[in-house]
């Protein structure tokens, strides 16, 4: 049941590509809170998605785009302002992909083509799409932007690779750029580090199990759902949280903070008496 936490919201909502995903989930939850929103993804991922149906139970129009291509960004916002009858409220960057992972190719053995491309996908498009926005007036006062990141841009994850590069530089957009857009057009900028999900693009980081339980058993609150974070994504677009930007903020159910749980260490000594016993 929907509060109308973004009731006469208009927004756009890049990246959902099926019904694992977290934008997915947002897209739903900002349906159900009363917004009105355009979806967008790349040509491929609309033929190899689901997106269609998203469309269809939200009443939403795709509008495909190259998320790295400044002219198909300036196309999603110009024909989303006219779908949904003015400028926008909230935008969602849900967008990022690694080569260098899907083809399990070590950090220190980076294909340096496939490193630009991660940069480009998982990054700069953020970058670009902000400046489409500021440049177009597409968003209006006190809108909210979001990005969704992972605590690997601040620790190192075995397996997470040139990922967290981006994502490092993805919050270091976040913070850039809200500074410029909330001095002049009020327009708060935020970033989300999401406990790690099983997504369709999150199951193919090498040990994704292993991270899930460990993550799970280290977080006194446990892993943060996809469907949680939709919730809290919510609040961060709607008017309660209009004095928040320029933040990258944990929603991990605590991971970010500890060091380690008893159950972390309950695991790890198991592990440490089957050994002796080998």
């Given amino acids: 049941m929907g509060h109308n936490l973004l009731q006469g919201k208009k927004g756009i909502i890049f990246g959902a590509l099926d019904e694992k995903s977290i934008a997915w989930k947002i897209a739903e939850r900002a349906h159900d809170e009363g917004a009105v929103f355009t979806l967008s993804n790349t040509p491929v991922a609309l033929r190899f998605g689901e997106i269609q149906l998203l469309a269809d139970k939200c009443q939403s129009e795709i509008i495909p785009a190259d998320a790295t291509v400044v002219s198909d960004l300036e196309n999603v916002f110009s024909k989303s302002m006219t779908i949904l009858g003015g400028k926008i409220d909230f935008v969602l960057h849900s967008i990022g992909m690694s080569l260098n992972v899907r083809k399990h190719r070590e950090y220190d053995d980076l294909d340096y083509d496939y490193f630009q491309k991660t940069i480009d996908i998982s990054a700069l498009s953020f970058h670009k799409m902000l400046q489409v926005a500021k440049k ?62 099983r997504t ?18 280290m977080s006194p609150l446990g892993n943060a759902t996809a469907d949680e974070c939709a919730d809290f994504s919510i609040v961060l677009f709607s008017d309660l949280s209009r004095k928040v930007t320029m933040q990258n903020i944990y929603h991990d159910g605590g991971f970010s903070s500890m060091a380690m749980s008893l159950r972390a260490m309950t695991q790890y000594n198991k592990c440490l008496d089957e050994d002796e016993i080998k």
Avoid at 146 to 153: E, F, G, R, T, V
Avoid at 176 to 186: A, L, M, Q, V
Wanted: net charge positive; proline share 1%; no cysteine.
């Fill in 136 to 197: 177009l007036n597409a968003i209006n006062e006190w809108g909210s932007v979001l990005a969704l990141s992972y605590i690997a841009a601040q620790r190192t994850l075995v397996g997470y690779n040139d990922m967290a590069d981006a994502k490092s530089l993805l919050e270091s957009i976040a913070r850039s750029f809200g500074y410029i857009y909330g001095r002049e057009k009020r327009i708060r900028i935020n970033t989300i580090s999401q406990s790690p999900t």
């Fill in 200 to 217: 369709t693009a999150g199951s193919g980081i090498k040990g994704i199990d292993g991270l899930l339980d460990f993550t799970d058993r």
